[in-house]
C-alpha cells in the first residue's frame, strides 16, 4: 500500500459548506457540482474563473446528476426533482417513497445507460433504508431493501458492477450490474471497515465508508468520514493507497477537469468539535488532488 501526504491537497473551494456532499463534474460546462445538504444548497464551481454559484431550496438537497435535456435531477428530501438553474424551474418527478419525517434521500449517480440510482438514509439510523433505481419513465424501484445510510455508488468501467455501501454498517458491497435491465444479482461484501469501539479516539480509528469514485483502471476510491483519510481499493477490494487528508470528515470524492485527472473531495463541518474546526480550517471546503488515471466521466440522466 502506497501512501501520500495531507500536504498534497490543495484547496479549490472555500470552507463555506456546513455538509459539503455529492460531487458531479458536468463535462458540458465544465464545472462542478456538489451539494450543502444541511444548508440545502445546491453549487456550482467553476474551475476556470473560480466563481461559486448556489441555489437555496426549502429541504434538504442531497444529490445532483446532469439531464440529458441540459437540466439538473436534484435528490431532495421531498422527492426527485428536475431543475433549470438558468430559469429557476423545479418540477417534481416523483414523490419520495417514505415517510418524510423519518428519511432523506442520500447518495445518487446515473448509471452508463441513464438511469438514476439513488438510495435513502434512515434518521433514527435503522436498517430500514434501501437502495432505488429511477428510470426515464420515472418509475422508482427499491433494488437493495436493509441499509441504513446508503452511499458509495459507482460502477465499474465495463458497466458490470455495481458498488454502494451503507455507512454505518461499515460496509462497501458490490454486485453484479445488467445493463439492459438495470438489474443486479450477486450481491456480495467488496470491503468491510472495523466499526469504533466506544471511547475510541479518532486517532486508532479509521473510518466508514461514505460517498465513491472509480477510475478509469476499474480502482474504487471512498472517502473515509471521521477517518481523515481517502482509500483506493482494487477492483477486488485491496487497498492499494491511502490518502491522508487535512480535515476530519472527508464525505464523497469526484473526478473532474478537462482530463478527468482532478479529484475533487468534499468534505463536512457539521456538529464537529470547535477544538477540531480550530485545527482543520479546510473542513467545509472542497480539496483538489492531481492524479495519474483519470476517472470515468459523469453519467447523465435519461
Excluded at 416523483?94 to 435513502?120: E, H, I, M, S
Excluded at 487535512?246 to 473532474?256: D, N, S
Aim: with cysteine.
Amino acid at each position: 500500500m502506497s501512501q501520500g501526504a495531507a500536504s498534497d491537497w490543495q484547496l479549490a473551494v472555500p470552507p463555506t459548506a456546513v455538509l459539503g456532499e455529492s460531487p458531479a463534474w458536468h463535462a458540458g460546462e465544465q464545472c462542478l457540482y456538489y451539494c450543502d445538504i444541511a444548508a440545502h444548497q445546491l453549487r456550482r464551481f467553476d474551475p476556470a474563473t473560480g466563481e461559486l454559484r448556489q441555489w437555496q431550496f426549502g429541504t434538504h438537497v442531497a444529490s445532483v446528476a446532469p439531464m440529458a435535456d441540459g437540466a439538473l435531477l436534484l435528490a431532495q428530501r421531498n422527492g426527485l426533482w428536475r431543475f433549470e438553474p438558468s430559469a429557476g424551474r423545479h418540477e417534481l418527478l416523483v414523490p419520495p417513497p417514505y415517510d418524510l419525517g423519518a428519511f432523506r434521500f442520500n447518495d445518487g449517480k446515473c448509471d452508463p445507460q441513464g438511469r438514476f440510482w439513488v438510495g435513502t438514509l434512515s434518521d433514527a439510523r435503522e436498517p430500514v433504508a434501501a437502495l432505488y433505481r429511477f428510470d426515464a419513465q420515472h418509475e422508482l424501484t427499491e433494488m437493495v431493501g436493509g441499509l441504513t445510510v446508503a452511499n458509495g455508488l459507482a460502477f465499474s468501467p465495463d458497466g458490470r458492477t455495481l458498488y454502494h455501501s451503507d455507512t454505518t454498517a461499515h460496509a462497501i458491497y458490490a454486485a453484479d450490474f445488467e445493463p439492459t435491465r438495470g438489474t443486479l444479482s450477486n450481491r456480495r461484501v467488496f470491503a468491510q471497515f472495523p466499526k469504533k469501539d466506544a471511547g475510541q479516539g479518532l486517532s486508532r480509528y479509521g473510518g466508514r465508508p461514505d460517498g465513491a469514485a472509480v477510475d478509469l483502471e476499474g480502482c474504487y476510491w471512498v472517502a473515509m468520514f471521521e477517518g481523515a483519510r481517502v482509500l483506493k481499493l482494487s477492483p477486488t477490494g485491496e487497498v492499494l493507497r491511502e490518502l491522508p487528508l487535512p480535515v476530519q470528515c472527508p464525505t464523497m470524492p469526484c473526478f473532474g477537469g478537462p482530463d478527468l485527472r482532478t479529484l475533487y473531495l468534499t468534505t463536512s463541518r457539521e456538529k464537529r468539535p470547535d477544538a477540531e474546526l480550530a485545527s482543520q480550517p479546510w473542513a467545509g471546503g472542497v480539496l483538489s488532488l492531481r492524479v495519474d488515471v483519470p476517472g470515468l466521466p459523469t453519467s447523465v440522466f435519461g
